[in-house]
């Protein structure tokens, strides 16, 4: 390092962090861009399960602003299209929800909880939810409680 540079060594990601990444990344976009056919997102949700299983939960912070910018793409887009009637989106809750920036889809999600979060990933994300900046989205998570969030046995 120089004389002066008051900067530390800069940390590079581990190629498998990388791949990881990428991995959820591309899951979270198979789920997103999935039709409405019921096997077809059933499958993509599956999938989008399996890799965030294998996360770190250390970031959960920078996770969110990655989902969040996918989930943002996918609306802006659809938006757009709005105006086809005969290619009218539909929109359904799902656990990604949680990482919305509208904070109605993170109260919708939280309110919608009927089972066990799928993995160690979504029921953090949940748990987040208790320090969220809009507080209708705070009193949801308090009002659904922590037993309706507890992991699906065996997903972790």
């Known amino acids: 390092m120089p004389q002066g540079s ?14 990881n990444e990428n991995d959820v990344l591309a899951a979270v976009h198979r789920y997103l861009h999935s039709g409405l056919a019921g096997r077809e997102v059933a499958e993509a949700m599956a999938s989008l399960i399996a890799e965030t299983s294998r996360l770190s939960l250390n970031n959960l912070e ?15 887009t659809a938006s757009l299209a709005r105006w086809k009637f005969w290619k009218r989106p539909v929109s359904f809750v ?33 748990v987040r939810r ?20 507890n992991v699906v046995p065996g997903a972790i």
Do not use: H, Y
Request: net charge negative.
């Open 130 to 149: 208790l320090n969220d900046w809009v507080p209708q989205v705070r009193a949801a998570r308090a009002e659904v409680g922590l037993d309706r969030l």
């Open 6 to 19: 008051t900067a530390g060594p800069v940390l590079q990601p581990m190629p498998d962090q990388l791949q």
């Open 62 to 76: 920078a996770w969110e602003r990655k989902l969040r910018t996918e989930l943002w793409e996918i609306e802006k």
């Open 94 to 126: 799902s656990w990604l929800d949680l990482c919305s920036g509208d904070g109605f889809k993170r109260e919708r999600i939280l309110r919608a909880l009927s089972e066990g979060a799928p993995n160690g990933f979504f029921c953090s994300l949940a």
